[in-house]
């Protein structure tokens, strides 16, 4: 089956204009089946996140944005893993913990973003559509992907629920378990889907 899912969203854990609740139901009611909630440098927005979506429809990935050395990394769990800054530490703890890391907006040069140093580091996959970075900055990305051999992901890295969805991608899942979904994208069954431009 396809499912939808944005994989990285900030609430009021972070920089966030919404509660965890409010983006609970603002996904829902739009349509998505997965959200990644990736508050910077806390865990605290996704686990609210879980504990609010009950019983709907709705599978909530225990994520971050960690604030690294080199830039902001998003990071997927199905549980809090300790977040080191540096990011091939980070990326060991990470696997050790079934997680996957993520380059954030790589090339956006407003944002605090891990530039031409993508290419040092063993990422699962690369964020190549950002809701809120310029469109060079994005296609940037996509050539570093390609390049890299590394599957690519959008997402609309929504800080108020109006946002959330506009980019996010159709995944091909056997079942919606955070395994699955992680499996896929390292399998490049993703496909990116672009609402509208910020
Ligand atoms: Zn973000």
């Known amino acids: 089956m396809i499912v939808s899912a944005d994989l990285h969203i900030h609430t009021t854990a972070s920089d966030g204009l919404n509660s965890p609740k ?6 829902f009611y739009k349509g998505l089946n997965v959200i990644a909630i990736t508050d910077h440098d806390t865990f605290q927005g996704a686990l609210m ?5 009950g019983s709907l429809d709705l599978l909530v990935i225990i994520g971050c944005e960690v604030s690294s ?3 902001d990394v998003l990071l997927l ?3 809090p893993i300790n977040t080191p800054r540096e990011i ?3 990326i060991d703890v990470a696997h050790e913990n079934n997680c996957l890391v993520i380059p954030a907006h790589p090339f956006d040069d407003q944002r605090n973003s891990v530039g031409e140093d993508i290419y040092n580091y063993k990422w699962d996959a ?5 809701g809120s970075s ?3 900055a994005n296609r940037m990305a996509q050539y570093a992907a390609k390049v890299m051999g590394l599957p690519g992901i959008g997402n609309s890295d929504a800080h108020s629920i109006d946002k959330i969805g506009i980019v996010y991608n159709n995944i091909e899942v056997k079942d919606l378990t955070i395994d699955d979904i992680f499996d896929s994208i390292k399998k490049s069954k993703v496909k990116i889907v672009i609402k509208k431009n910020s």
């Not at 409010?22 to 996904?27: D, I, K």
């Not at 690369?126 to 950002?130: H, K, L, S, W």
């Open 88 to 90: 091939s530490e980070l």
């Open 126 to 130: 690369i964020e190549v559509y950002n």
């Open 49 to 53: 996140a879980q504990r609010y979506v």
């Open 77 to 79: 769990c199905d549980s």
């Open 22 to 27: 409010e983006v609970v139901l603002a996904a």
């Open 134 to 136: 310029a469109e060079h």
């Open 69 to 71: 050395v080199k830039g």
